[in-house]
């Protein structure tokens, strides 16, 4: 094996013998191991992702996911499918951020066709990607906090994202899959009121953040959970394809939004990367946090200066992609969410590649669940932040 | 009431009086707590209604719950150790009942009144670990025994600091009569000044917050609630109970919160009593008989006020983990209650 | 101002819930007594218009969910003008939507170039039996009276005239 | 802890270029084919041998030290269409030549991978041929740890298998599931359970007479 490698092995034992050593009071007293099976129907689970736990007592040797318990084929669907027919599926992918699942499929499908959705769509667009990010974030914050026994922040997640879904359910029709984005623009501009009503809930969001970071993220029993459970180093993160608030709390200082140049109008606000050196749960707790405050802040300064215009380009009644092959990922509530379309030309795609951000956020938890207690195999999880359709697709 | 429970009735008719009454006072404020707090006031933090449609505001809701808990199959697992498995829920509700024997509710309102009333109380309130390890065993389920497994190391842990956090309560009141301590409290002063009696609440600040923390842990409420811990071991220790058996287990929580309250005030904030100084009373029997009726109220005030706080602090916080809570257990609590002691000692003495 | 434990800004964040519940009232509302009204661009259920509808497949065949079930024939209408040949019509003999497979996708709806379907907000409609929830065209033609206007754009839209 | 860093550049086609000559100057003749699209991303064939070696390169010699994904693709038109044949009629004739798409191929079947250099924000998609025989390439465990759970996915859909890997166990489906679902030949079973309900057209006039009267507009 290589240098690299050694020098991998080296810290993950290291970092093993640093939790094992409060627990291992005496070797005499290890004990015959027990495997636990941590779902497919678990509480922490939120969705069926099962995890095998061979445990010493209340330590973890090791952890293993098995996935598949939803996998539904999408990419075998999307062969059959045409364009239409794939937005509207593709919605279901990751349903708690939904509207931006569908912006990197069509832009890869733009991409193939060489069009380009006028500037207006482009901007509602965006507002509409962060609101499903709001959306999906927010109720990682309350349920964080289940998963780590509290019951109360669930509730105030679920009471502040229902603004958040009542506006994309304006503008949209559909709470969880809007199936708003089409090929060359949107279904249709926004409703009247709109603008302003968002507004308002940029503000209670602002006002959520504080209210979970004063109950949640300050409380020192949750800082004594999280701090230095679950570290993901630098270039592990990197190795796994972490992506999203994961590999950005390992102190890579990467997002999508900002370093790449796609149609879209992240780059004409003013925000902010948030990155933490650390790598620990906590870290990728708060920045998924203050990710949620530097959205309502690009949402806002969006609303100001949204040009008027058309919301849809010049595109043919039926669709059909010229053949050929375009990758294009965003920067999702998860993390990078990425389609590789493969066009033959046809009213569908030939071949779908659906990159989900989940699936290799959770490929790194064998590796950094070895030598945790039980409960730090849920905080780990809760802070990965996960969605099984997401993983499963 | 001083009538009622004197020797003019026979035995079997003051032994009958007193276990309705023992029922009632364990029910009574289980469901209370239950409805205000765990329906309501969670709810309310929570910014909903809770349940509204049984009854006026859901007041009857937990008539319908328990219905519903009572019309449920009782099953047990295919390899639990049946017999164990079936008494547990029991073994944890006797040691409520227990309990609450020994807790006075006036003057002469008492189920049984004997000296070693704390050292009673202490004894009995471990009873429920037994019940929990052993239903958490004889489930047969991995997430039931780690849950039974937690909850004995962790209630054996808090026992310490509880017993010695009452014990800076018996060298102030000078006895273990449960009785006593109240009057203690109540006919005594600070510093020459009755006005509020002595509620050892004042003198023995730190010791009522490490009962309380300890009563948080004893009750298995978050943040010390990892035998339970849904998150992480599905329902601990009851995951496999259903029907009439989790309703034990369900009341046996909220009535033993419901009576570490009461022996909290008894112990801290002076029970059923008020300050002697306001009626120039000056020891027990110089009490007049109205507090027999007054005290229960009294107490049941306090008691509500103190599963405020434990229902609160339940319903903020997130969950420690196990060696966390140990380490807390041993390495803070236990040495802030021995110099507690210490200093209690020294200024008894001193005055 | 020294800086507060978390722990007791925790117990300050409940106790300030529970004192704006109680006084400014709950964020919820008790469901089957009171209602909320859903957005008019709500994708609650497909009204359909039978009039309009000339059974040409279109949106049969763009379902992603292979979920409407047409069937028509043809016949032969009254003229339009006086001594005109009588036309030759498509009549609707089937139109089935089974919302036990249906995905709300609303594809169906944009695809049908003669405004015979349309989105009604109305979302009570669940059924005991699975089956039920397969509505033919009368079913469907009921929602048409819960079918509300389309709502006014956002400033800097661009008219159209499209429904 | 935000980054008040500058902000990298937005990578240009010269430094995509670049990217490609410099992969070139290391594997030398294993670089079949490159594809760099304007604007847009870059594509490499490499020869099936070099599989393993194209990574290493890339992630210790060039930096690009962040996993994307990997998986493959099946160029053989799918026999069955979009599932929406009339199952009474016969079936219609389809196109079945084989075409690659950018950089070119000669097998069915062919890897995709993509890796990224957190650095310069810079993406390269690599293919490979799979020889339709022995469906084997060398496994990237090895250089990228993450490409486990990708490679036991693109195992169990394609049928590839890669040498060196530990564990090519099932991860979505159960452990006796027969066939590689995302082959094109593996028929969509959702699409033949029931016929498409587009087939059914609008029944003809009774008596046949419709070509020649009655088509007013």
Known sequence: MTSTESLIDRRQMAYIAAQA???????????????????????????????????????????????????????????????????????????????????????????????????????????????????????????????????????????????????????????????????GGLKDDLPAGFVDETRVVMKKLRNFCDEIENLLFGNEIFQSRTRGIGVIPKDIALQY????????????????????????????????????????????????????????????????????????AKVPRIIKVPEGEAWVSTENPLGEMGYYVVSKGDLGPFRTKIRSASFNNISVVPWVMKGVYVPDIITILASLYFILGDIDR | MNALLAADLPYWAQSLLRVLGGIVAVLLPAGTIVYVFLFKMMSFMQSRLGPMEAGPYGSLQLVAEVGKWLQKEDITPERADRFIFKIAPLVV???????????????????????????????????????????????????????????????????????????????????????????????????????????????????????????????????????????????????????????????????????????????????????????????????????????????????????????????????????QLQRFAWKALVPISLVNIMVTAILKVAF | MPKLPGLVKGLGVTLNTLVRTTTKGSNTIQYPHEKEAPPIRARGVIALREDNCTSCMLCARSCPDWCIYIEGHKELAPPRRAGGKPRQVNKLDRFDIDYALCMYCGICVEVCPFDALFWSPEYEYSEPHIADLLHDKNKLGEWMETVPEAPALEAGAEKKGKK | MSSDAPVAEIPGDTLRQRIVDDLRSHLGADLIDSVVKPGDDVWVRVSASAWRETARVLRHEMGFDYFCFLSAIDWMPSPFGKGED????????????????????????????????????????????????????????????????????????????????????????????????????????????????????????????????????
């Open chain 4, 86 to 217: 009339d199952p009474t009629a016969p079936p219609p004739e389809r196109d079945d030549t084989i075409r690659q798409g950018y950089a070119g191929g000669d097998t069915r079947l062919q890897m995709l991978a993509r890796v990224t250099s957190s650095v310069l924000h810079v993406g390269l998609n690599i293919k490979c041929d799979v020889a339709d025989a022995d469906a084997t390439v060398d496994s990237w465990i090895p250089v990228y740890a993450g490409a486990n759970w990708h490679e036991r996915e693109t195992h169990e859909m394609f049928g590839i298998v890669f040498a060196g890997h530990p564990d090519l166990r099932n991860m979505y489906l159960p452990t006796d599931f027969e066939g590689h679902p995302l082959r094109k030949d593996f028929p969509l079973l959702a699409r033949m359970v029931k016929p498409w309900p587009g087939i059914v057209d609008v029944e003809p006039l009774p008596g046949g007479d419709n070509d020649e009267e009655g088509d007013a507009e």
């Open chain 1, 241 to 312: 394809g972490l992506s999203g608030a994961n590999l950005r709390a390992s102190g890579v200082d990467w997002d999508l939004r900002r370093d790449q140049s796609l149609p879209m109008a992240w780059n004409k606000v003013d925000w902010k990367v948030w990155t933490h050196p650390d790598g620990d749960s906590f870290a990728r707790c708060w920045i998924r946090l203050q990710e949620v405050r530097e959205s309502t802040r690009i949402v806002d300064q969006l609303l100001d200066t949204i040009p008027s215009g058309p919301v849809m």
């Open chain 1, 21 to 183: 050593s409060d627990a291992r009071v005496n070797v005499e007293l290890e004990t015959e191991g027990m495997t636990l099976n941590i779902g497919p129907q678990h509480p922490a689970t939120h969705g069926t992702l099962r995890i095998i736990a061979r445990l010493d007592g209340e330590q973890v040797v090791w952890a293993e996911p098995s996935c598949g318990y939803m996998h539904r084929g999408y990419e075998k669907l999307t062969e059959v499918r045409t364009y239409p027919q794939v937005t509207a599926l593709i919605n279901r992918i990751d349903w708690l951020g939904s509207f931006a699942n569908e912006v990197p499929f069509i832009l890869a499908a733009e991409k193939l066709m060489e069009i380009e959705a006028p500037p207006r769509a482009q901007h509602i667009r965006t507002i509409l990607f962060e609101l499903s990010r709001i959306a999906n974030v927010s109720l990682f914050l309350g349920d964080l906090g289940v998963q780590l026994g509290a019951v109360t922040p669930v509730f105030m997640a679920f009471r502040d994202r229902e603004y958040v879904l009542n506006l994309i359910e304006a503008a949209t029709g559909g709470r969880f899959h809007p199936n708003f984005d089409r090929i």
């Open chain 2, 93 to 323: 509700l006797a040691s409520t009942f227990l309990l609450v024997a020994v807790v006075p509710f006036g003057p002469d309102a008492w189920f049984t009144n004997f000296e070693a009333g704390v050292f009673y109380m202490l004894a009995v309130s471990s009873v429920s670990v037994l019940g929990i390890l052993i239903a958490g065993w004889a489930s047969a389920n991995k997430y039931s025994l780690l849950g039974g497994l937690r909850a004995a190391g962790q209630l054996i842990a808090y026992e310490l600091p509880m017993v010695l956090a009452v014990i800076g309560v018996i060298i102030q009141a000078g006895t273990m009569n449960l009785q006593q301590i109240v009057v203690a409290q109540n006919a005594g002063s600070i510093f020459g000044w009755d006005g509020l009696g002595n509620p050892y609440i004042l003198t023995q600040f730190v010791g009522f917050i490490i009962f309380m923390i300890a009563v948080q842990a004893e009750l298995t409420q978050t943040p010390f609630d990892m035998p339970i811990a849904e998150s992480e071991l599905v329902s601990g220790y009851m995951t496999e109970y259903s029907g009439f058996r989790f309703l034990t287990f369900f009341i046996a929580e909220f009535a033993t919160a419901g009576v570490f309250a009461l022996i909290a005030s008894v112990l801290f904030l002076g029970g059923w009593g008020i300050p002697f100084a306001w009626f120039d009373w000056s020891t027990i029997d110089s009490v007049d008989d109205w507090m027999n009726v007054v005290g229960p109220l009294i107490m049941v005030t306090k008691m509500m006020l103190l599963a405020f706080i434990i229902m609160w602090v339940r319903f903020s916080y997130p969950r420690f983990r196990e060696d």
